[in-house]
């Protein structure tokens, strides 16, 4: 069920990422598809689908060790998706080298929720987001 994503599942992941409760973007257009054709091309894409339909996507970024992003369908939630997209992406940065992990989300959300419940800590502030932490486990 989770793929590498391909050019022809830009409009979907934009859709999805746009169409979140919460970590809504302030300005929409700090995500552009030119950012998500270059996750396509530096591995870090990869994209759940069910019966030819994506419901969620996740995004490393190989440049910095970061998660770029996370997000599911509202109507996909509670079934498993984000925590398998998440350790596809985990693993994406672990594939190139990393040995410390990143990312930002929102305070009081249910992404930090996840993100404590996975083991990963709050080491500070980014702006407005809590900064997340993590090694990546040995096999």
């Keep these: 069920m989770i793929r590498r994503a391909t050019d022809s599942d830009i ?5 999805i990422r746009h169409d979140v409760r919460e970590n809504k973007l302030s300005d929409p ?10 996750f396509i091309a530096n ?3 990869f994209v759940w689908e069910e019966d030819g339909v994506i419901v969620g996507f996740s995004a490393a970024d190989t440049r910095d060790g970061s998660i770029w992003a996370l997000f599911v369908d509202q109507a996909f939630e509670k079934r498993g998706i984000g925590r398998a997209l ?7 940065l672990k594939q190139a080298g990393f ?26 502030r980014k702006g407005s987001d809590l900064l997340f932490e993590a090694n990546i486990p040995e096999p």
Excluded: H
């Excluded at 409009?11 to 859709?15: E, G, K, L, N, P």
């Excluded at 257009?29 to 270059?38: G, K, L, M, P």
């Excluded at 998440?86 to 994406?92: H, I, S, T, W």
């Excluded at 040995?99 to 419940?117: C, D, I, K, S, V």
């Design 11 to 15: 409009s979907r992941i934009m859709q």
């Design 29 to 38: 257009a700090r995500v552009t598809i030119d950012d998500v054709r270059w």
């Design 43 to 45: 591995p870090g894409v």
């Design 86 to 92: 998440f350790e596809r992406a985990c693993a994406v």
């Design 99 to 124: 040995e410390r992990m990143w990312l930002t989300t929102g305070p009081g959300t249910r992404a930090e929720a996840f993100y404590r419940a996975a083991g990963w800590k709050a080491v500070g």
